[in-house]
């Protein structure tokens, strides 16, 4: 991939990683209201889906740091890589969820 293309797909991913980690600092403080029934903290679904929320402001902040410190040592498959870290933390959640609705 060339230089231009990945420091520009970094650079939307970055801005949108942003947005990201600002807008889920509010479910972040909402997360502990996830244990408030009886026996959910035994629940590894539960678990799981509150680690996800948690970890996901951080995540976005590790992957825009490792993006474009890859940028910088002109590691282009690197910094596309580090780019697609959070969506980790949504498949994660997003498999975690089906199972605590039904």
Same mark, same amino acid.
């Given at each position: $991939?060339?230089? !231009? +293309?990945?420091? *520009?797909? @970094?650079?939307?991913?970055?801005?949108?990683?942003?947005? +990201?980690?600002?807008?889920? /600092? =509010?479910?972040? $403080?909402?997360? !502990? *209201?996830? &244990? =408030? @029934?009886?026996?959910?903290?035994?629940?590894?679904?539960? +678990?799981?889906?509150? #680690?996800?929320?948690? @970890?996901?402001?951080?995540?976005?902040?590790?992957?825009? +740091?490792? %993006?474009?410190?890859? #940028?910088? /040592? *002109?590691?282009? =498959? #690197?910094? /596309?890589?580090? @780019?697609?870290? !959070?969506?980790?933390?949504?498949? &994660?959640? %997003? #498999?975690?969820? !089906?199972?605590?609705?039904?």
């Amino acid at each position: $991939m060339a230089f !231009p +293309v990945a420091k *520009r797909a @970094t650079l939307i991913a970055s801005t949108v990683w942003t947005a +990201v980690a600002v807008l889920s /600092i =509010e479910p972040v $403080m909402m997360t !502990p *209201r996830l &244990f =408030e @029934t009886p026996g959910a903290s035994d629940s590894a679904i539960v +678990v799981t889906l509150a #680690l996800s929320v948690v @970890t996901l402001p951080i995540v976005c902040a590790l992957s825009i +740091v490792l %993006s474009w410190s890859a #940028l910088y /040592i *002109r590691s282009h =498959e #690197l910094a /596309i890589a580090g @780019t697609l870290l !959070p969506i980790a933390n949504f498949l &994660f959640a %997003s #498999l975690s969820l !089906p199972a605590i609705l039904f």
